[in-house]
């Protein structure tokens, strides 16, 4: 795709629109000329520079990576509208894609019926979810595993819900007899499965979280902002295949959440979250004298918390399904690459001298560490600090990675022989999101033992 050309003929598209309403005067308080405009631009081209590469496979840090082109030419011709999908009279044609988005989000998880929206975010979304989980338990608490995101804890400090943290198996999971023990106890309404955590991406056994939710009279909730995508993987054959039970239990679950802005290929600003039951929709029941006059059908901020969103998003969105569709054959095969590219860099750390596999990848989410060293904590956790700032400072061959600390239990709990001389240790950490990453990494892992063998 010519990027250049498609955003050319994006704003092409909308000016050809704009004409059919007759020509205006601009208002001269806006007018800029191009040479002051040209002056500020390069200022701001220049600002950011100072950027990490987040496109390119050397960069294998965070979950981050530039839109599909696409997205941006999406975003780009609905952002010169610039509608408004809280309400159908800010955005008719944006708010209809998003319905249709949403619609093929909630059949990518089985869902039967649905109610949903898109949000600014993995952390609204949950909030959301949250929300109508307090709302339909009122009284009663929301359980979630110690490796859940951090936003679990503190939204329910927002909503005022007690939050307890359930503890997880040797491969980061939600431990399913502890969590037993506590919704025997009564005092939780629902419990959060994370299927894919940001730290290890481990994926909770949801499943088996559902039995005993059930069992318990207890909802469930899905945290799939970053692990959603790849329920296009489950039961797939070759070596991305991912064991489909997690994934097909989610259909049963109550609620997920799912962020387009991390594995489904847009610009920030775009979570969703979905019910199952679409009654869910009476928790949301608000008036609003200024809004909701066009149209007596469904506006999307009638069942939302958010009031402005960019229906931009939705655009952008819409524009990437229609040529990547949420289907095995489709992003399914750019999550493929991540996943393939995580486990062949496993294989090749479990058989270096240099370096170590912290836990054998679920997802596309690497941990590993510096194994030259005294197996101490301390000694491994200065050495990973050493690797990643030498990998990003080499003004020939910058590598860029990202740290997860990890406790020293937890540690232990996966290489015992390592000693506990510190309360925890920080270890290296890399998402394979980019579909370039699997012809990359043997580069990466030879330029990693490099640089473990220098800071040894
Ligand atoms: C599992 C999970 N939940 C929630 C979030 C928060 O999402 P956001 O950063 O879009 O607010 C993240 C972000 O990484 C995540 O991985």
Known sequence: MDLKRWLTEAALAVQDW?????????HESMQVSDERFGAAFAELASRLTDNYPFFHPAYAGQMLKPPHPAAVAGYLAAMLINPNNHALDGGPATAAMEKEVVSQLAAMFGFREHLGHLTTSGTIANLEALYVARESHPGLGIAYSAEAHYTHGRMCGVLGIEGTTIGTDEAGRMDVSELDDLLAGGRIGTVVATAGTTGLGAIDPVHEVLAVARRHGVRVHVDAAYGGFFTLLAGQGGPAALDPA???????????????????LQPYGCGAVL?????????YLHDSPYTYFTSGELHLGEISLECSRAGAAAAA???TFRLLPPSPDGLGQVLAAGRRAALDWAALLRSSA???????PELDIVCYFPAGQSRSAAAIDAASARVMQAGMSDPDEAVFLSTLRVSAGAFRRRRPDIAADSGEARILRSVL??????????RLHARLEQLARRAG
Not at 20 to 25: L, N
Request: glycine share 10%.
């Open 18 to 26: 704009q004409e059919g309403f007759g020509g205006y005067a601009p």
């Open 433 to 442: 999101m980019k579909p370039e990453h699997e012809a990359f990494v043997p």
């Open 317 to 319: 969105l819409w524009l």
């Open 275 to 283: 019910f199952a039951d679409p009654a869910a929709g009476r928790f």
């Open 246 to 264: 997690p994934w097909q239990a989610i259909a049963g679950c109550d609620s997920v959440v799912v962020d387009p802005h991390k594995h489904g």
């Open 354 to 360: 240099d370096l170590d596999l912290y836990q054998q």
